[in-house]
C-alpha cells in the first residue's frame, strides 16, 4: 500500500483547522486514514503545530511520502532536520 503525510481538513466553514494523517493515495482528501501524527491551527497567532516526532520519522522510514505543505510543516516541527527526504 502506497502512503502519504498530507493534511485533513477539519472544522467548520471558514474555520479550517488541519489534522496531519497518513493515508492511502488513493483515499480522498478527508477520507479514510491509517494513523494521525500532529495537527495544525494556521488560524491562530502564531500557527499551532504539533507533530508526533517519533511517530512522523517511523512513517517515513518505511516509505510514505509527504506532500510539499507538509514537508515544510515537518521541517519546521524539526522531524527532517538538516536532510531532506
Given at each position: ?33 491509517v494513523a494521525t501524527i500532529g495537527h495544525?491551527?494556521?488560524?491562530a497567532n502564531p500557527a ?38
Open positions: 500500500m502506497a502512503t502519504r503525510i498530507r493534511l485533513r481538513r477539519v472544522g467548520r466553514k471558514g474555520q479550517s483547522y488541519f489534522r496531519i494523517v497518513i493515508a492511502d493515495v488513493r483515499a480522498a482528501r478527508d477520507g479514510r486514514s495544525y491551527d494556521p488560524r499551532v503545530l504539533e507533530v508526533d516526532k517519533d511517530k512522523a520519522s517511523a512513517w517515513l522510514a518505511k516509505g510514505a511520502m509527504p506532500t510539499d505543505t507538509v514537508r515544510s510543516l515537518l521541517k519546521k516541527a524539526g522531524v527532517f532536520g538538516s536532510r531532506t527526504a
